[in-house]
């Protein structure tokens, strides 16, 4: 066995690999980024090494950097994780011309199912059914075009060299093919460097079924059982579950021996997953599943399969790495109860699920035996625009799939993100939805119902905003008080300016709530101040968070941030000081996200200044042009300084 391990990812898969390493005795070497000096991973890992800037181009993704890193820290062997370079062969190859074991299978069997036309015809020749379509090498788009007339339409177009869900088309009649495949194209290229695509038989009621699978290098394979990833946005993972619903033992014994076939046939060691296409019209049969591609690499998913067989993964990686046997035979491989694992993320599902980046003020899981939690962050840590803005994954188990089910939304329900919007709510609805509980599911399942999960712009909670004046009402009270001798000027929140009616006096107080104008009424009854906005009276069932000038309302997994508007501005319109930028104290820039020139929109990140290890992001406040920045990175600036001007777009 290995003594100490180099792990070439970060966020919640490098937590999640060094906690088995450290079981295992082995010494843990994080690598990290400029943006992630003080991230999670390399808190928890015994060493770490730097591998230069923030961006991944620049860090997670250079080869030269890892490998060097690990030579530095004496690394036994290097774990990649998921995503970055995880699926490169020439990374597996440096790794052992560096004399150091890659945590992975084989670069030969890496290549040959990295692309996925090759790794088609490969699994044809192997008899592993593959979905109907073309993936030669002709690639003129008259060609293409008459090939996918052949095949019938719908049909997918795909990215031999895709991941991730880039590079796709989905074409239902034969007039849309031509732009279609130009928007392919033109996407791989960018994506990949690679235009080349191939054509398929779009599988109607599509569910995503894969197999995961461990081969070591005395020749055996096996799988652990499938996982359903059928609930997907924009051909990505939202949910996860194992075993996957309709699923009988004998179709997955049919499915398994497929799996382990299409493995054999590129001669894999190590971890990975054979993705399968079902037509779930009707039910899972076993003339309706075929290969999609295969993943050399651990699954985002991996925990579902391990609550299930009580397994761990990463440990098996570990061994199989060093050269020991698989420990179990297919017979012996458990299936537990059922997993279900939802994918929590930074992102706004009201706004097209736009990633929303910044510190995580609150953050918080509730402990709950059958609930586990995977996280590469802590509150106070920050959500950067530079990766992946996954927070964490919550996998729930239970003796049913219902009771798995009701565990995660209830946990997703009692999940406290607070700073960046999340998708919580939107998780827990869906692991609500009644279709998807009775297992009447496929691959547009969210598309469908977006309305229904509340994924579109809703209008402002009034309850929340009333929640939220109600607390910066408590904090200025608290602020009077503690400076009652210090002779300040009345407040506005003191009623000062109320009126007397029937014993109560009443206060309107001009609040701005996610961005909209509102005004916030308070009654000073005799039993303490009762706060409405529109009529509606603050929220009891909300929690409320102070930080910085306004108060973040979390209700029901949504979030409405809360702070006192300045009428003067108001009146003076948004060609006042609203496109003056200040830094907010004293401090260090740390980074600058913007360049001069650059049109923003209200709300975007320009620049992040940190002053006692605490960091702050500076947003605009209104659309327009970047029409000068008076600082640079590293720069110390003073409280109130001039950081850079917005110069207001112009209303037509
Ligand atoms: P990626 O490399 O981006 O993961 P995949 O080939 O695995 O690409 O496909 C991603 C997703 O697209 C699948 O999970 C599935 O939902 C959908 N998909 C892929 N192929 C088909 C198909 N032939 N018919 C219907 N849906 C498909
Ligand atoms: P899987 O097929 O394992 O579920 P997906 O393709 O759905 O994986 O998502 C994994 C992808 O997430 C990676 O291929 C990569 O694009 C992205 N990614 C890379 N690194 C990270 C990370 N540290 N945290 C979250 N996502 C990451
Ligand atoms: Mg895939």
Redesign the pocket.
């Known amino acids: 066995m290995f003594t100490s391990v180099l792990i070439a ?6 937590c999640r690999i060094a906690r088995t390493a450290k079981r295992l005795g082995l010494r843990t070497i994080a690598v990290y980024s400029a943006a992630d000096a003080n991230a999670l991973h390399v808190r928890l890992c015994d060493e770490a090494q730097p591998i230069g800037p923030s961006p991944a181009a620049e860090s ?1 993704l250079v080869i030269d950097k890892l490998i060097a890193a690990a030579k530095a820290a004496r690394a036994d062997c290097v774990h990649p ?4 370079l ?2 490169n062969a020439a990374f597996a190859e440096a790794c052992a011309d560096a004399g150091i074991a890659f945590v992975g299978p084989p670069p030969s069997a890496m290549r040959a199912m990295g692309l996925k036309d090759r790794a088609k015809a490969l699994m044809e020749k192997a008899g592993v059914p593959v979905v109907p379509g073309y993936h030669g090498d002709m690639q003129e788009p008259k060609f293409l075009s008459r090939k996918a007339y052949e095949i019938g339409y719908p049909v997918l177009i795909k990215a031999v060299a895709g ?3 880039k590079g796709m088309r989905r074409v239902d009649k034969h007039a849309d093919f031509d732009t279609a495949l130009a928007g392919a194209m033109r996407e791989a290229k960018a994506a990949f460097g690679d235009e080349r695509v191939l054509i398929e038989k779009y599988v109607t009621a599509p569910r995503h079924i ?1 197999m995961q699978i461990f081969a070591d290098s005395h020749g055996n394979a096996i799988h652990l059982n499938e996982r359903d ?1 059928s609930l997907q946005r924009r051909h ?2 939202v949910i ?1 579950e194992a075993p996957a619903p309709g699923m009988s033992a004998q179709l997955r014994a049919t499915m398994g021996q497929a799996a382990v076939a299409a493995a054999k046939a590129a001669g894999y060691v190590g971890a990975g ?1 054979v ?1 399968f296409i079902a037509d779930g019209t009707g039910g899972l049969k076993a003339d309706g599943f075929w290969f999609m591609e295969m ?1 050399t ?6 925990p579902v399969t391990e609550a299930i067989t009580g397994l761990d993964l990463v440990e098996w990686q570990f061994r199989i790495a060093a050269g020991e046997k698989l420990p179990l035979t297919q017979d012996k491989v458990p299936l537990h109860g059922h997993a279900v694992e939802a994918r929590l993320y930074a992102e706004d599902p009201e706004r097209g699920f736009l990633p929303s980046t910044g510190k995580l003020i609150a953050l918080h899981f509730p402990h709950v035996k059958a609930l586990r939690v995977d996280t ?1 962050v802590e509150q106070g840590d920050e959500v950067t625009p530079f ?2 803005p ?1 927070i964490a994954k919550l996998i729930a188990h239970g003796t049913t799939r219902v009771q798995a089910l009701d565990t995660l939304a209830d946990a997703l329900d009692k999940t406290i993100v607070i700073g960046p919007r999340s998708n919580a709510g939107f998780l827990s609805r869906l692991c609500r939805a009644q279709e998807f509980r009775d297992g009447a599911f496929d691959t547009g399942f969210i598309d469908r119902n977006l309305g229904a999960l509340k994924a579109e712009p809703q209008s402002l909670d009034h309850a929340a905003a009333a929640a939220g004046a109600r607390e910066l009402l408590a904090l200025e009270r608290a602020r009077i008080a503690a400076s009652r001798d210090a002779d300040e000027p009345a407040s506005p929140w003191d009623a000062g300016d109320g009126f007397q009616l029937s014993g109560t006096r009443q206060l309107s107080l001009p609040i701005l709530a996610d961005g909209e104008k509102a005004t916030a009424q308070i009654l000073h009854e005799p039993s303490g101040p009762v706060v409405a906005v529109d009529g509606v009276p603050a929220a009891v069932d909300a929690i409320a968070v102070a930080a910085g000038e306004a108060v973040y309302v979390l209700r029901h997994g949504r979030q409405t941030k809360v702070s006192l508007r300045d009428t003067a501005a108001d009146a003076a319109g948004d060609h006042g000081g609203g496109g003056l930028v200040r830094a907010p104290m004293h401090g260090k820039v740390l980074g600058i996200f913007v360049e001069k020139g650059q049109a923003v929109t209200r709300g975007q990140r320009l620049a992040i200044i940190e002053a006692m290890k605490m960091e702050h992001t500076l947003t605009a406040a209104i659309d327009g042009t970047v029409s000068e920045i008076a600082v640079t990175v590293d720069a110390q600036v003073g409280e109130g300084a001039k950081v850079m001007v917005i110069t207001p777009s112009v209303q037509k």
């Not at 690499?297 to 991996?302: C, K, N, S, T």
């Open positions: 990812n970060r966020g919640e898969i490098a997670y994780g998921y995503g970055f995880s699926e991941g991730g869900g894969e990833c990505q993972k996860e997953t993705e993943n690499r651990l699954q985002v998913e991996h590469g990766y992946d996954m």
